[in-house]
C-alpha cells in the first residue's frame, strides 16, 4: 500500500488489535480508532470545519491527546500547543497560526480559553468517560457551522503545525504535510522494527514532535500499541511500566537520567517487564549515560536524531545486528543526511553543518523567505535542509555531533564544542548530570562555563571538577566557572538548554 497520509497509516491493522490504552482504562481497539476518526470529522464538518482548516489543539498529555491528534488531522491541519502557556503565549500562536478552532476539555476555562475568546476562535469542547475506553471522546462545539471542504486531505495537505522553539529569535512556523508525517513514522516504524506486538510507554509530551512522531504515529503506522501516561514522572515510571507492560519506550536524555536513578530499587519490574530495546532523541545523550542504561535494563539503546522541520527522525543508531556507537547519533535513518560547507550552498566532506534531504523535509517556513533563503539551498540535483548542526560522519558512516553551531562557544576565536566538555565532565565519578554553556566575557567574548548536577550522596567541589576536566581536554576548553545545582533548569520539552543559561542562572560576567 502506498502510504502517503495519516489515514493511509491506520488502515491495514485489524479492527480487534489494541491502539491506544493508558492507566487503569480500557484499551481503544483500531476498528474504535477508526471509528473515532469518522466522529470527529462529523462533529468538525458540523461547525464548519474541513480541509485546510487549523484547529489548535490544548489538552493534557494522555490518550485523548493523542487520539485528537490522529484523528483531527485526518479531516483539517492540527496544531498543538502546550498546556503550561501563559494566556499571552495562547493569544501569539492562535494569531501566528491563524487557528480557525481550538480542541479544549469540557469545563476548562484556564488561559486558552481566555485567548481563543479574543479572536473568536469555534471552541470544540472534549469530554471522554473515564470508563471507556482510552482515547475515545465526543466533540461538542461553541459557535460555528456553516459550509467547509469535507473532502479528505491528501498528501500535500498541511497535517500538522508547529513553531520552532525561538531560543534566540522568533519562533519559526513549520508546516509538516501529510507525506511528510506518513513518511516519517515509515522511517521510524522500519528503523526500529515495529510490528503489532510492540508496545510503546510514552512519557513524551504530545505537543512536541518527539512524542507525536516516534512514540505515537509509528506505533500506530505499524499496527502495535501506545500506552499513555499523563506526563513523565520518575516515581510513578515503573508502576506504569508494570502496568502497561510496554516492549519500548522513548525519552529525552534528561528522562533517561531520572529513570535511571530510580531503576536501583525497581529491579523486580525490569526484570518482570524486559524491553526489546530503549530509545533516546531531541538532545545528544551522554555516552556514559547510554552505557549505564543498556547494562540496567539488558537491552540496546537506540539513540536517534530528530528535529521538527523533519517531522522528527534524521538518524538512528541501529538495532543489533548493526553497532551502537555510545556518542554517535547514528546512520541516515530515512532521509539522505549530508554536510555542506557552513556558509556556502556546497556539499562537503569532513566537519561542517549537517543537512538533510527527503520525503520527510518540510517544504519550508510558513510566511518567512528570509529563513527560507537562509535554511534551504539546491546542489547535487536535491533540496537540502540546514539543521544549525555540525557534526562529522566516520569511516562506518555514523553521524558524530559537534553541537549547534549557535551554541559553539566562541573563545577568543577558539572553538569549544559544549558536547566534548559535558563528555569529560560525566566521567567525573560525581557528576550525574551536566551541560556545558558560553559565559559572556568582557574580552573573550565568550568563556566556558558548566552545570553540573552531583549523584546522591556524592560529593565534589567546584576547584576539584575544573583540575578533573585540566587532565583530560586542552586549557582553553577547561570551564572557567562550574556551578553546582541540585537541578538544571529545562524547557518545556525536558531538553536542557545552553542559549540564555548563563542568563537564567544568574551569573554575570567574569573579571
Same mark, same amino acid.
Given at each position: 500500500?502506498?502510504?502517503?497520509?495519516?489515514?493511509?497509516?491506520?488502515?491495514?491493522?485489524?479492527?480487534?488489535?489494541?491502539?491506544? $490504552?493508558?492507566?487503569?482504562?480500557? @484499551?481503544?481497539?483500531?476498528?474504535?480508532?477508526?471509528?473515532?476518526?469518522?466522529?470527529?470529522?462529523?462533529?468538525?464538518?458540523?461547525?464548519?470545519?474541513?480541509?485546510?482548516?487549523? /484547529?489548535?489543539?490544548?489538552?493534557?498529555?494522555?490518550?485523548?491527546?493523542?487520539?485528537? &491528534?490522529?484523528?483531527?488531522?485526518?479531516?483539517?491541519?492540527?496544531?498543538?500547543?502546550?498546556?503550561? +502557556?501563559?494566556?499571552?503565549? !495562547?493569544? !501569539?500562536?492562535?494569531?501566528?497560526?491563524?487557528?480557525?478552532?481550538?480542541?479544549?476539555?469540557?469545563? +476548562?476555562?484556564?488561559?486558552?480559553?481566555?485567548?481563543?475568546?479574543? &479572536?473568536?476562535?469555534?471552541?470544540?469542547?472534549?469530554?471522554?468517560?473515564?470508563?471507556?475506553?482510552?482515547?475515545?471522546?465526543?466533540?461538542?462545539?461553541?459557535?460555528? $457551522?456553516?459550509?467547509?471542504?469535507?473532502?479528505?486531505?491528501?498528501?500535500?495537505?498541511?497535517?500538522?503545525?508547529?513553531?520552532?522553539?525561538? %531560543? %534566540?529569535?522568533?519562533?519559526?512556523?513549520?508546516?509538516?504535510?501529510?507525506?511528510?508525517?506518513?513518511?516519517?513514522?515509515?522511517?521510524?516504524?522500519?528503523?526500529?522494527?515495529?510490528?503489532?506486538?510492540?508496545?510503546?510507554?510514552?512519557?513524551?509530551?504530545?505537543?512536541?514532535?518527539?512524542?507525536?512522531?516516534?512514540?505515537?504515529?509509528?506505533?500506530?503506522?505499524?499496527?502495535?500499541?501506545?500506552?499513555?501516561?499523563?506526563?513523565?514522572?520518575?516515581?510513578?515510571?515503573?508502576? @506504569?511500566?508494570?502496568?502497561?507492560?510496554?516492549? @519500548?519506550?522513548?525519552?529525552?536524555?534528561?528522562?533517561?537520567?531520572?529513570?535511571?536513578?530510580?531503576? $536501583?530499587?525497581?529491579?523486580?519490574?525490569?526484570?518482570?517487564?524486559?524491553?526489546? &530495546?530503549?530509545?533516546?532523541?531531541?538532545?545528544?545523550?551522554?555516552?556514559?549515560?547510554?552505557?549505564?542504561?543498556?547494562?540496567? &535494563?539488558?537491552?540496546?539503546?537506540?539513540?536517534?536524531?530528530?528535529?521538527?522541520?523533519?517531522?522528527?527522525?534524521?538518524?538512528?543508531?541501529?538495532?543489533?545486528?548493526?553497532?551502537?556507537?555510545?556518542?554517535?547519533?547514528?546512520?541516515?535513518?530515512?532521509?539522505?543526511?549530508?554536510?555542506?560547507?557552513?556558509?556556502?550552498?556546497?556539499?562537503?566532506?569532513?566537519?561542517?553543518?549537517?543537512?538533510?534531504?527527503?520525503?520527510?523535509?518540510?517544504?519550508? +517556513?510558513?510566511?518567512?523567505?528570509?529563513?527560507?533563503?537562509?535554511?534551504?539551498?539546491?546542489?547535487?540535483?536535491?533540496?537540502? !535542509?540546514?539543521?544549525?548542526?555540525?557534526?562529522? !560522519?566516520?569511516?562506518?558512516?555514523?553521524?558524530?555531533?559537534?553541537?549547534?553551531?549557535?551554541?559553539?562557544?566562541?573563545?577568543?576565536?577558539?572553538?569549544?564544542?559544549?558536547?566534548?566538555?559535558?563528555?569529560?565532565?560525566?566521567?567525573?565519578?560525581?557528576?550525574?548530570?551536566? /551541560?556545558?554553556?558560553?559565559?559572556?566575557?568582557?574580552?573573550?567574548?565568550?568563556?566556558?562555563?558548566?552545570?553540573?548536577?552531583?549523584?546522591?550522596?556524592?560529593?565534589?567541589?567546584?576547584?576539584?571538577?575544573?583540575?578533573?576536566?585540566?587532565?583530560?581536554?586542552?586549557?582553553?576548553?577547561?570551564?572557567?566557572?562550574?556551578?553546582?545545582?541540585?537541578?538544571?533548569?529545562?524547557?518545556? %520539552?525536558?531538553?536542557?538548554?545552553?542559549?540564555?543559561?548563563?542568563?537564567?542562572?544568574?551569573?554575570?560576567?567574569?573579571?
Amino acid at each position: 500500500m502506498n502510504v502517503q497520509t495519516i489515514a493511509d497509516l491506520l488502515q491495514a491493522h485489524d479492527d480487534a488489535a489494541p491502539a491506544i $490504552g493508558a492507566p487503569g482504562r480500557a @484499551w481503544l481497539d483500531f476498528g474504535g480508532l477508526r471509528d473515532q476518526a469518522r466522529t470527529v470529522a462529523e462533529a468538525l464538518h458540523d461547525a464548519g470545519i474541513g480541509r485546510g482548516d487549523r /484547529v489548535a489543539i490544548v489538552l493534557p498529555n494522555g490518550p485523548e491527546m493523542a487520539a485528537a &491528534f490522529v484523528t483531527v488531522a485526518q479531516a483539517a491541519v492540527t496544531a498543538p500547543l502546550n498546556p503550561a +502557556y501563559r494566556e499571552e503565549e !495562547f493569544a !501569539f500562536y492562535l494569531e501566528d497560526l491563524k487557528a480557525r478552532a481550538i480542541v479544549l476539555q469540557e469545563g +476548562y476555562d484556564g488561559p486558552a480559553a481566555a485567548a481563543a475568546r479574543r &479572536f473568536g476562535l469555534i471552541v470544540l469542547r472534549l469530554s471522554a468517560d473515564p470508563a471507556g475506553p482510552a482515547g475515545r471522546f465526543s466533540l461538542r462545539a461553541e459557535g460555528g $457551522g456553516g459550509e467547509c471542504d469535507t473532502s479528505a486531505p491528501g498528501p500535500e495537505d498541511v497535517a500538522l503545525i508547529l513553531h520552532t522553539s525561538g %531560543t %534566540t529569535s522568533r519562533p519559526k512556523i513549520v508546516p509538516l504535510l501529510q507525506s511528510n508525517v506518513a513518511a516519517s513514522a515509515v522511517h521510524i516504524r522500519d528503523s526500529l522494527a515495529l510490528k503489532p506486538a510492540d508496545r510503546c510507554l510514552n512519557v513524551m509530551p504530545l505537543f512536541h514532535i518527539h512524542g507525536l512522531l516516534a512514540a505515537v504515529t509509528a506505533s500506530l503506522s505499524a499496527g502495535a500499541s501506545i500506552w499513555c501516561a499523563p506526563g513523565f514522572d520518575a516515581l510513578k515510571f515503573f508502576g @506504569w511500566m508494570s502496568e502497561a507492560r510496554p516492549s @519500548w519506550y522513548t525519552a529525552v536524555p534528561t528522562m533517561h537520567q531520572a529513570i535511571l536513578s530510580r531503576a $536501583g530499587r525497581n529491579r523486580d519490574v525490569i526484570e518482570a517487564v524486559p524491553l526489546r &530495546f530503549l530509545r533516546s532523541s531531541s538532545a545528544s545523550l551522554p555516552a556514559q549515560v547510554m552505557t549505564a542504561l543498556v547494562e540496567t &535494563f539488558d537491552a540496546p539503546l537506540i539513540e536517534a536524531y530528530g528535529m521538527t522541520e523533519a517531522a522528527h527522525q534524521m538518524c538512528c543508531n541501529p538495532l543489533p545486528r548493526g553497532a551502537q556507537k555510545p556518542g554517535s547519533v547514528g546512520v541516515a535513518a530515512g532521509p539522505e543526511v549530508r554536510i555542506a560547507h557552513e556558509v556556502e550552498n556546497r556539499l562537503t566532506d569532513g566537519t561542517g553543518e549537517v543537512v538533510i534531504s527527503g520525503p520527510n523535509v518540510t517544504p519550508g +517556513y510558513e510566511g518567512n523567505p528570509e529563513a527560507n533563503a537562509k535554511s534551504f539551498f539546491e546542489a547535487e540535483g536535491r533540496r537540502w !535542509f540546514r539543521t544549525g548542526d555540525q557534526g562529522a !560522519f566516520d569511516a562506518d558512516g555514523y553521524l558524530h555531533l559537534t553541537g549547534r553551531l549557535k551554541e559553539i562557544i566562541n573563545r577568543g576565536g577558539e572553538k569549544v564544542s559544549p558536547l566534548e566538555v559535558d563528555g569529560v565532565l560525566m566521567d567525573h565519578p560525581a557528576i550525574a548530570q551536566c /551541560v556545558t554553556f558560553a559565559l559572556p566575557h568582557p574580552k573573550l567574548g565568550e568563556e566556558v562555563a558548566a552545570a553540573v548536577v552531583l549523584k546522591e550522596g556524592a560529593e565534589a567541589s567546584e576547584r576539584e571538577i575544573r583540575e578533573f576536566a585540566a587532565g583530560r581536554i586542552a586549557d582553553f576548553k577547561v570551564p572557567r566557572k562550574v556551578v553546582i545545582l541540585d537541578e538544571i533548569p529545562k524547557g518545556a %520539552t525536558g531538553k536542557l538548554q545552553r542559549i540564555g543559561l548563563a542568563e537564567k542562572l544568574g551569573l554575570s560576567e567574569p573579571a
